[in-house]
Each structure stands twice: as C-alpha cells, then as structure tokens.
C-alpha cells in the first residue's frame, strides 16, 4: 500500500477487464477512492468487491450522456467529487478503408470517439470544483501512426489524441487546474488483442508474429499501463499537460 494518489476520487471506465481493472487495482492500492464502469456488470462487480469499501461500481455505456450525468452525480454522492478521469473502455474491431461498413465505422465511433469526448466535457465541468483534475485518455499507437485492418478504431483513437490537446489547451487557457494526457500503447496481453491470435482469417501483422520473441517485444502487460496512468494521476505529473505518451518499446521509432 503506498500514497501516491491518496484522497483522490478516480473514476475508471472498462474497470471490468485488461488495463481498466489493473488500473482500477493500482489507484486503490495508492490511497484513491475508484469508481469503476463497465457495460459489465458481472466482472465490473467482481473487481469493486475485491477493492472493498474504496470501491464503487457503476453499470455504464460510455456512449450514453444520460449515463455519464448518472456517474458523475453518484461519484460526487458517494465520495465527494471527482479528481481523475482515466478514459479507458473501447471497442476494437477488423476492417480496412475498403472493408468497413459505414454501420461498424458508427459503432466505433459511437464508443471510441464520443464516449471520450462526453467523459471529457462532464469530468472538465466536475474537476473545476476541485483543486487538481487529471483526465487520462486512452489512445492507441495506432491513433498516432495508423494500422490498415483497423481503420475504423485507428481514426477514432487519432480522435482522442486531438481531443486531448484541445481539452488541455482549453484548461490551461482557462486557468483551470486540470490536466488532459493521452496514453498510446501498442499491444497490451488483455482479451482485447489475445483473442485476435485465435482468429485465423484476420489479416494483420498482430497474428503474423506467432514468434514468441517477437510477441513479447511488442506485448506489454496491463501493470506497464497502469503505472503511467498512476504517475499522471498523480499531482507528480503535475506541469505535464496534453502529451502524447507512447508505450511501445520503440515500435514507432525507425530501426536499420
Ligand atoms: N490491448 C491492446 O493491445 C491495446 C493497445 C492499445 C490501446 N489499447 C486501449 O487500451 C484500453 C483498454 O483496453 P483493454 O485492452 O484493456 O481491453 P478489454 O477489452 O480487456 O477491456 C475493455 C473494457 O471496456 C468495456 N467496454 C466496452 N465497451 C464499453 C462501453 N460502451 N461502455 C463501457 N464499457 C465498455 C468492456 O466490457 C471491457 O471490460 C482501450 O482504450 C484500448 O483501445 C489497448
């Protein structure tokens, strides 16, 4: 147990599996209170449960505003306000520009897209009562370079990282003390990309490299997320405001 975020309220969206959960444990364990979200209530419950009374869970589709007005009032009744947002929760799925569907281009967009955006607006307007909001949103090294078989989630995860400068713009012009990072891995072992592995039709590098070296050059775990997102939520990252953090082992860099 230590105290890098204690007395902080963070809320957690897809708390019920990968990073959100390993998040959600994480920021427990350094003195915060956690609500977590999910559209699963099963798993989502499971977590809080093994948090305790530092816990709460929230039923929550981040692509509803009714939804997040709901969160927020609950999170201000049940512990006092809001410091941290970490957007998490996403969808991820194949198509490229020739094999995406304009209905799975909505859907993805409908998750990725606005339910960051709607986490952004209503958290911007809860942490000005506070004296240090940190928005955390989670991108993609795909928002920032591209992957061809998955058009549709790389636009919406570019989406969040302009969203993210636009919101840490908009808080430093106006004196607010909240801040607004975004986090761009590439691979993380969670059911979001291990199940990909079994899909034997999928077109992408992800199922390619079946060679175990490679795989964990290029996979990391949920703890290597959720230790920067502690940092950020952290007033030690206090003067750091609308970065780009990549996660990558250097896959976005040029090797000869
Ligand atoms: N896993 C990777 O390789 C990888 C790489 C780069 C970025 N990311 C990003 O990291 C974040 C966490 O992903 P993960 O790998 O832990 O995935 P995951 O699938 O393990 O967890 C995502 C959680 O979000 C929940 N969720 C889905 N739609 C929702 C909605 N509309 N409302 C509320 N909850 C919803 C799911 O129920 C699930 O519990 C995502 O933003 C993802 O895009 C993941």
């Not at 897809?14 to 977590?36: F, H, I, N, Q, T």
């Not at 281009?105 to 958290?123: E, H, M, P, T």
């Not at 990391?220 to 959720?226: F, V």
Request: proline share 2%; with cysteine.
């Amino acid at each position: 147990m230590g105290s890098r975020v204690q007395g902080k309220v963070a809320v957690i969206t897809g708390a019920a599996s990968g990073v959100g959960k390993e998040d959600a444990l994480l920021l427990a364990r350094e003195g915060a209170r956690v609500v977590l979200t999910d559209v699963n209530e099963e798993a989502g419950q499971a977590v809080a449960r093994q948090i305790g009374d530092a816990a709460l869970f929230i039923k929550h589709d981040i692509a509803s505003e009714d939804g997040w007005k709901q969160v927020i009032a609950k999170t201000e009744e049940a512990f006092g306000g809001i410091d941290v947002l970490v957007n998490n929760a996403a969808i991820l799925a194949y198509g490229t520009i020739e094999t995406t569907t304009l209905e799975l281009w909505q859907k993805i967009q409908r998750v990725n897209s606005d339910g960051y955006f709607l986490g952004c607006k209503y958290a911007v307007e809860a942490m000005k009562k506070r004296p240090n909001g940190s928005i955390i949103n989670m991108s993609s090294i795909s928002g920032i370079g591209g992957v061809s078989s998955f058009c549709a989630y790389s636009a919406s995860k570019a989406a969040v990282a302009g969203l993210t400068r636009t919101v840490a713009a908009h808080c430093r012009a106006q004196l607010y003390k909240i801040r607004c990072n975004s986090i761009h891995p590439d691979g993380i072992a969670t059911p979001m990309v291990m199940n990909l592995h079994a899909d034997k039709s999928a077109p992408t590098a992800y199922i390619r490299e079946k060679d175990p070296k490679q795989l964990q050059a290029r996979f990391c775990q949920p703890q290597d997320i959720a230790n920067l997102v502690l940092f950020l939520a952290s007033d030690e990252s206090r003067f750091i405001n609308g970065a780009e953090m990549r996660i990558d082992n250097g896959y976005a860099m040029w090797a000869d």
